[in-house]
């Protein structure tokens, strides 16, 4: 994975703009390690209360939203659950072996 920055509320690698368009392009899997986020709305009569909570497990991300950036090309499941003992070369079971465009 690739370092990220915050740019208008959204986490994209840390690279010039036309730089992280070459490299992105040229890339067939680009993660985000992070926690999901439920978002719950308690209804309190005239007004809504929004309130964010996240998992304690760590997933990664592998299909892109408007929050982060990401991609793949191998028929992976958007989000991967990773635990903190975890070994790359285990995601090699998530392949499918045929490379999509």
Known sequence: ???GRRA???FL???HKRGRALVLDACDIVGFLGREL???TDDQGFTARVRAA???QRLLFVEGN???TAKNRFGMPPKLPIPLD???GQL???WTGEKRD
Do not use: E, G
């Open 86 to 88: 975890f070994d790359i």
């Open 38 to 40: 439920k978002v719950y």
């Open 13 to 15: 690698p840390k690279l």
């Open 1 to 3: 994975m690739i370092h």
């Open 54 to 56: 996240s998992s304690t």
């Open 92 to 94: 090699t079971q998530f």
């Open 66 to 68: 408007a929050a982060f």
């Open 8 to 10: 208008t509320q959204r």
